[in-house]
């Protein structure tokens, strides 16, 4: 069973920049997805960036050219860059990883891990 914790959140203006982090307890040699979600108040949990089986990345069309999804195996971490932030960018960001095929991949209920969660608020 893989724990997941987020950090690397808080207060940024618009236009700044955040870099999430998130620490795996468990090899991610037994992972082969891995995930960036949020959820804004009122708001359901939406898919921000993935990394699928095979290595390939996709974001949501609204953090396009904006946010960088990427891995790191020697320090088990998952982490999301995130710059020209938005006030619209204001949610809870979390994690998730698995072992799980492409399809499960596009459903929420599909990731076999979920971190706590860490609050990002883009605000003058």
């Known amino acids: 069973q893989a724990q997941l914790k987020e950090s690397g959140g808080g207060l940024v203006q618009p236009g700044g920049s955040l870099r999430l982090s998130c620490a795996v307890s468990?090899?991610?040699?037994?992972?082969?997805?891995m995930a960036w979600y949020r959820q804004a108040p009122g708001k359901q949990r939406e898919l921000v960036a993935r990394?699928?089986?095979?290595?390939?990345?996709d974001y949501a069309d609204s953090v396009k050219g904006r946010f960088t999804i990427s891995s790191d195996n020697d320090k088990s971490t998952i982490d999301l860059q995130m710059s020209s932030l938005k006030p619209d960018d204001t949610a809870i960001y979390y994690c998730?990883?698995?072992?799980?095929?492409?399809?499960?991949?596009?459903?929420?209920?599909?990731?076999?891990?979920w971190g706590q969660g860490t609050q990002v608020t883009v605000s003058s």
């Open positions: 998730a990883a698995g072992r799980i095929t492409t399809r499960q991949a596009t459903d929420v209920k599909g990731w076999n891990y």
């Open positions: 990394i699928i089986s095979g290595g390939s990345t």
């Open positions: 468990i090899s991610m040699h037994s992972l082969n997805s």
